[in-house]
């Protein structure tokens, strides 16, 4: 199914992404006057005989290249929830990996997991035995407000059906 048709049909829709400060040109230019910085500053002292400078730089240029890399590869990264007529759909992109879950919205649960330790919090959605975790992207206060438009929309959408208006 379409994305963009999903996000026009739903009532309501939230999707949280990383914080991708730097684009994949920008990461580019930062990455190639680093090298040249450093393999500048490495000839110099080669030039003077501390010719060992040169590996040494080659790999604090690719500790930058593979952490780089790894950025880029969940750059793409996102998490989306939706609160259709009867069901809530929970999207999740790692890496590429397209993850989906649905829940009846009838039956599911919302609960805000405080974090600990250093740890996120983060919302989690019961349903039938099942648990899904939503809020990887974001902060503790986003998580709990979040959780409380979730469970305010999941309330006056039942009210109406109990009373007969929807």
Known sequence: MDRNVIEGTAGFTFVARRNDSLTAHGRFIVLASLAA?????????????????????GLDILAVFLAFRYVEKR???????????????????RQGTLERYEMNRY???????????GKRSRILLRSHGREVAFGEYL??????????RLREHLDTRSKSIRLGEA
Not at 37 to 57: D, K, R, S
Not at 82 to 93: A, C, F, Q, T
Request: charged fraction near 20%; charge should be negative; hydrophobic fraction near 55%.
């Open 75 to 93: 750059a793409g990264d996102f998490e989306c929830i939706g609160v259709y007529d009867d069901k809530i759909v929970i999207e999740r992109e």
């Open 139 to 148: 902060g503790s206060e986003r998580c709990a407000v979040l959780a409380r």
């Open 107 to 117: 039956w599911v649960q919302i609960s805000l997991v405080a974090g600990l330790g």
């Open 37 to 57: 910085t450093v393999f500048a500053i490495a000839t110099g002292f080669a030039c003077l005989g501390a010719w060992l400078v040169f590996p040494f730089a």
